[in-house]
C-alpha cells in the first residue's frame, strides 16, 4: 500500500465522492462542486480511474440495474478508505509542517 | 451540408470541428472523409474524439459516456465523435497527464499497426510493379509508399507528444 501514496488529486477525490453510492455523471458533478470548478475530470480520465479502483479493490460495483438501464454505481471499500485516510494523515503533516514557514518569519 | 475532408491529426480535425460548431455547423455524421454538417446555435457543441480500446469492453466504455451526459455523434472503426453542449460546462475526455499520455500511446499504437500493414502493401505492390513493369502497379507502389509516409509522419508526432507531455510532468 505505500507505494499508492500520495495520491493523485483525482484518485482523491474520487474516493471522497463514492463515500455514498455514486455514478459517474455524480462524481463528475460533485468533485466539481466542491472544488468550486477547479477540477473538472474528463470522463475517459473518469473512466480508466474507476476501472483502476476496481481491480485495486478500493471501490466496488454498487449497483447495476440491467432492466433498466439505471446508470452503474460505485461504493468505496474498507481497503479504500484505508488509503484515503492513509493520504490524509499525510496531507495533515503537510499542512502542520507549513506552520515552521511562520515561525521564521 | 456535405464536407470532404482527409484528417490523419485528431487534434487538427477536432479544431475544425469545433470552428465548425462556431460557425453554427454541427457534426452529425462521419464515414470515409465525408462529413455531414446541420445547422446548429453557434458555438453550441463541444466536440471531442477518442480512439476506443481495442481489448476493453467498449459497450460498457460507451454506455459510462452516455451516463456521463456525453452524446455519441458517430462512429467510424474504433473512431468516435463526442459531443457536449456549451452550456453544459467545460468538456475534455482527457483531463490529467497521464490519461492524456495514455491516449496518444493509443493511438500511436493504432497508426503503427495500420503502418505495418501498410509497409507489407508497399512491397507486394513493389515486386508486382518490378516483375509486370506495369504502369498500373507503378503508380499504386508510388500511392502506397505516400500512405506510408503519412502514417508514419502520425507515430513520429503522437510520439512527440508523448513527449512534451512527460516533461510536462
Known amino acids: 500500500m505505500e507505494n499508492n501514496i500520495p495520491l493523485t488529486e483525482a ?12 455514478h459517474g455523471y455524480g462524481i463528475i458533478q460533485e468533485v466539481s462542486e466542491i472544488t468550486d470548478g477547479r477540477l473538472i475530470l474528463g470522463p475517459g480520465t473518469l473512466y480508466g480511474a474507476i476501472n483502476s479502483l476496481l481491480s485495486k479493490n478500493w471501490i466496488k460495483l454498487y449497483s447495476e ?36 514557514m511562520e515561525e521564521c518569519v | 451540408m456535405k464536407k470532404f475532408r482527409l484528417y490523419y491529426d485528431k487534434d487538427a480535425e477536432q479544431n475544425w470541428l469545433q470552428k465548425m460548431s462556431s460557425n453554427g455547423w454541427a457534426l452529425k455524421n462521419y464515414f470515409l ?73 493509443k ?36 500511392l502506397i509508399g505516400i500512405i506510408v509516409l503519412v502514417f508514419l509522419r502520425m507515430v513520429w508526432k503522437c510520439q512527440w507528444k508523448i513527449e512534451q507531455l512527460r516533461q510536462e510532468k
Do not use: H
Open chain 1, 11 to 22: 484518485l482523491f477525490y474520487i474516493l471522497l465522492a463514492v463515500r455514498k453510492p455514486n
Open chain 2, 107 to 142: 493511438i500511436k499504437k493504432f497508426f503503427q499497426t495500420v503502418l505495418i500493414l501498410e509497409v507489407i502493401c508497399f512491397f507486394i505492390e513493389f515486386s508486382a510493379a518490378l516483375t509486370s513493369k506495369s504502369l498500373l502497379y507503378w503508380s499504386f507502389t508510388i
Open chain 1, 65 to 100: 440495474d440491467k432492466t433498466s438501464r439505471k446508470k452503474k454505481e460505485y461504493l468505496i471499500t474498507e481497503e479504500g478508505k484505508k488509503v484515503f485516510y492513509k493520504e490524509v494523515e499525510r496531507l495533515e503533516e503537510l499542512i502542520q509542517n507549513s506552520k515552521l
Open chain 2, 33 to 105: 472523409g465525408i462529413y455531414t454538417f446541420v445547422p446548429c446555435e453557434p458555438d453550441e457543441y463541444i466536440y471531442q474524439i477518442d480512439l476506443l480500446d481495442s481489448c476493453s469492453d467498449e459497450k460498457d466504455f460507451l454506455a459510462f459516456l452516455e451516463d456521463s451526459g456525453v452524446e455519441v455523434v458517430s462512429r467510424w472503426y474504433r473512431w468516435v465523435y463526442l459531443r457536449k453542449k456549451t452550456e453544459d460546462g467545460p468538456f475534455e475526455m482527457y483531463t490529467d497527464i497521464d490519461s492524456k499520455i495514455n491516449q496518444y500511446s
